[in-house]
């Protein structure tokens, strides 16, 4: 198997609706794949299956070598090798809102991969650099404009270096001109062989930048 | 010439009414008022027919009437510390309760001459009865005594110059509780309440030292307008003295001595009283205690506070974090302190669990306010940590943080946020609640302008020093609880 993540037949309960059924999918190295279909039709819930933010009921996901099984979500002990895997940029982006832009992307260096301060502000403050944010590194989340917010996100969710992206509705926010540097972003971030799986119903952004096209139908 | 008409039209109403109320006056009951409270020998309710008191102050009472030519007596039950407020509120016409003869109640009051000699008395445990002789014995000892008493100022005195610590009560039978219960090291109290103690006890768990530390007298007490009056019932105590009722009256009740032959002596030949001092000096004398009544104040303010949050943050934890059987332990906790009142809690504490652990009293305040506040506290936290954004704790998750570290690095910090102005609230509050400490003889800001009021005899100008000092301390908190909300706002 030389697939980043391999999504095998993926169902999703809620209560008794199926909110996904038998979603399959692959993403390999370097290839970025949209998952595309209209809102509620269970894009973002594949993704938190993903990240182990949430139970699914059947099928099976490996990341990398790393599977994860229907029923409850593992405790995070048994997920740091997941952890180390994914990396999540949520549609609101959930920066931490006590933490300027810097610290917001040195927590996971310095806390989980024990970097020092100095260390981790460094490799930080290169991130938010390539991501054009450099300048905004003190800023607090509330004093970042939406599109500056959505590339401090994704420097945090890059920061531990994980092979596998995920990104939730990463236009939702964008003009026109963010939403092609955006693209530009993702071409970068697919060349240093990173797999970027993005959930979007923006056809024309996945017909634009994506290697491949999933479709969900409700 | 009109004027002059009208003036004296007045003035012959002004002479018609007081000579019409002097006349009922003559006929009408004397009105005394006194704490039965306080109890035997002074004023007990009587044991045969509840509804009405019984002792020498109630037989003074009587002598009085009589003298005056009254109907008879009508007693007026009133706390001890407040007879002074009352008589000039008129809840009576003459307070007369073991009374104390102190300057400053000459200087407002109207008080008759003394009819009692008492003296203060150290009573001590057995074993230390060859080692303490006095108040110099005492250096850095616990001495108790009731509050607002001669025998409270002396031990004030005596903790400047020698170094003892006094401790002021509310009643007269918990300072000797506390003594046998080794609490404290000695009580100092007039003679009259030490022997009644002695014999509540069975004439054990203390002795009464032989050599009295000072002499005091009681004494009727006026509203200042009725001096007048005042003077009416000197002469007939001077009668009473003479004629030999006052002592069969103390002789029936057990307190005769020879003191009191040689007060007698005294006060028939001398009419005059001794004279009071001004009252503005004794308010500056007193601004030293309150400064340091505030600082207790804020010391168990302070203390308490950093215990409810402690106290708190580990029950909110468990209540958000922990397993069912924490959970409903952490509420149930939660629920009883706060269902019951912080007094209760209090008394428990101090009293309760004297008999397993005997907590020194600022101890006993501090847990008591602490583990109230505590409960308070945790619901506050509960509270924030709830109202962190879900997707907070999940990023945080997906960036591999233990739980451990999403609660001190994300969640924790945030949910301080949605804290602190709400704590800060509840810090002001407990800066009042710290008050109720008094009953367990911790002297903090109120308990001590308490003390200062009845010594001179006004609430007017303690009570707005104490609200002074205490908005001193809350107005600053409460702004910073304003600022804290402002730059804390969640952002929408």
New interface residues.
């Given amino acids: 198997m030389s697939a980043l993540l391999a999504i095998d037949r993926l169902t999703v309960r809620y209560d008794s609706r199926e909110v996904l059924r038998a979603l399959s999918l692959e993403v390999a190295p370097g290839e970025i794949v949209a998952l595309m279909g209209p809102s509620g039709v269970g894009k973002s819930t594949a993704l938190r299956a993903v990240a182990a933010l949430q139970p699914f009921d059947e099928g099976r996901i490996v990341v990398d070598g790393f599977a994860l099984a229907p029923g409850p979500v593992p405790p995070e002990s048994l997920l740091v090798p997941l952890r180390r895997r994914v990396g999540l940029v949520f549609q609101a982006h959930a920066l931490f809102a006590h933490l300027c832009a810097l610290d917001n992307v040195t927590l996971a260096l310095r806390h989980v991969l024990g970097q020092s301060r100095s260390e981790a502000e460094e490799v930080a403050a290169k991130l938010l650099a390539s991501l054009d944010v450099g300048t905004r590194a003190a800023a607090w989340p509330s004093q970042l404009s939406g599109g500056e917010a959505q590339r401090v996100a994704i420097a945090r969710a890059l920061a531990p270096n994980p092979p596998l992206l995920l990104m939730d509705e990463p236009t939702a926010a964008l003009d026109p001109a963010r939403r092609s540097a955006l693209g530009a972003t993702l071409h970068q971030l697919s060349k240093e062989g990173r797999g970027l799986l993005i959930a979007t119903h923006d056809t024309e952004f996945a017909r634009g930048h994506a290697d491949r096209v999933v479709t969900l139908t409700a | 010439m009109i004027a002059a008409r009208t003036f004296g039209v007045t003035g012959l109403a002004l002479c018609l009414s007081s000579s019409l109320r002097a006349q009922s006056a003559i006929r009408r009951e004397l009105v005394w008022g006194g704490d039965a409270e306080g109890g035997a020998p002074f004023v007990e309710a009587d044991p045969a027919n509840p509804s009405r008191v019984r002792g020498f102050d109630v037989e003074v009472a009587e002598r009085i009437a009589r003298g005056l030519g009254r109907r008879g007596t009508r007693f007026v039950q009133v706390q001890w510390s407040s007879i002074d407020q009352s008589v000039e509120r008129g809840d009576f016409t003459l307070g007369l309760s073991g009374v104390e003869d102190t300057p400053v109640r000459r200087a407002r009051h109207a008080v008759t001459m003394p009819y009692f000699e008492f003296r203060e008395v150290l009573a001590v445990r057995p074993e230390d009865a060859d080692r303490i002789h006095g108040l110099a014995d005492l250096r850095s000892r616990r001495v108790a005594t009731l509050g607002a008493t001669i025998a409270y100022d002396l031990l004030v005195a005596a903790r400047d110059s020698m170094g003892l610590v006094p401790l002021s009560y509310d009643d007269d039978v918990h300072p000797y509780a506390d003594l046998i219960a080794g609490r404290v090291d000695a009580v100092l109290l007039d003679h009259i309440i030490a022997q009644r103690a002695l014999r509540r006890g069975g004439g054990t768990g203390f002795v009464i030292l032989a050599q009295p530390v000072a002499l005091g007298h009681y004494v009727g007490v006026f509203a200042r307008a009725d001096s007048i009056l005042r003077d009416s019932v000197d002469a007939v105590l001077r009668e009473a003295m003479r004629d030999g009722s006052l002592e069969q009256i103390f002789r029936r009740w057990d307190v005769w001595d020879q003191s009191q032959g040689a007060l007698f002596e005294r006060a028939v030949r001398a009419n005059a009283a001794p004279a009071g001092t001004a009252a503005a000096s004794h308010a500056l004398a007193y601004l030293p205690s309150l400064a340091r009544a505030a600082g207790v104040t804020a010391l168990v303010s302070v203390l308490s506070m950093l215990l409810a949050v402690i106290v708190g943050l580990v029950l909110a934890s468990a209540r958000v974090y922990g397993p069912g059987w924490l959970r409903v332990s952490t509420t149930v906790y939660v629920e009883v302190i706060r269902g019951t009142p912080l007094l209760l809690q209090l008394f428990v504490i101090y009293y309760g669990l004297a008999g397993v652990v005997r907590l020194p009293a600022l101890l006993a305040a501090v847990l008591a306010l602490g583990l109230n506040y505590a409960a308070y506290e945790a619901e506050i936290y509960r509270g924030a940590l709830e109202a962190v954004?879900r997707?907070?704790l999940?990023?945080?998750?997906?960036?591999?943080?233990?739980?451990l570290?999403i609660l001190r690095?994300?969640r924790g910090?945030?949910a301080l946020?949605f804290a602190l102005a709400p704590m800060t609230n509840d810090f002001v509050a407990l800066l009042k609640d710290s008050s109720l400490v008094s009953v367990i003889t911790v002297v903090e800001l109120t308990k001590q302008t308490a003390i200062y009021a009845t010594n001179v005899g006004s609430w007017v100008v303690p009570g707005v020093l104490c609200a002074a000092v205490y908005l001193a301390m809350s107005l600053p908190l409460a702004r910073l609880a304003r600022r804290l909300e402002r730059r804390w706002r969640?952002?929408a």
């Fill in positions: 954004a997707a907070q999940e990023a945080a998750r997906t960036l591999g943080l233990s739980e570290q690095l994300v910090p945030q946020r969640p952002a």
